[in-house]
């Protein structure tokens, strides 16, 4: 079976840093487009970061230039270093994965920045 899992969330302070990851099992997903979306409550999802396969990027405006999403395909793992938090950035984090084999996604791990 198809899994992610999200680890490396907590509390942090305003201006600091914490490192996400993301460890998939069940299918190499080194071939596939991954993303870190993020959620707070009364908000749809949205998205964060994507990575493909090649480890071309895309990001949120809200998150350039603080933000760096990376993939190491041969630990099937993907990583969200997040710099320079602020509190607008508290949200539950959740690990994306797709292709033609379905759409998969992470229980999420919690990031709360404190002012």
């Known amino acids: 079976q198809v899994q992610l899992v999200e680890s490396g969330g907590g509390l942090v302070q305003a201006g600091g840093f914490v490192r996400l990851s993301c460890a998939a099992s069940g299918r190499d997903f080194s071939s596939n487009v991954m993303g870190w979306y993020r959620q707070t409550p009364g908000k749809q999802r949205e998205l964060v970061a994507v990575?493909?396969?090649?480890?071309?990027?895309n990001y949120a405006d809200s998150v350039k230039g603080r933000f760096t999403i990376s993939r190491d395909n041969a630990k099937n793992t993907m990583y969200l270093q997040m710099n320079s938090l602020k509190p607008e950035d508290t949200a539950v984090y959740y690990c994306n994965a797709r292709g033609w084999f379905g759409n998969y996604w992470g229980q999420g791990t919690q990031v709360t920045v404190s002012s």
């Open positions: 990575i493909s396969s090649g480890g071309s990027t």
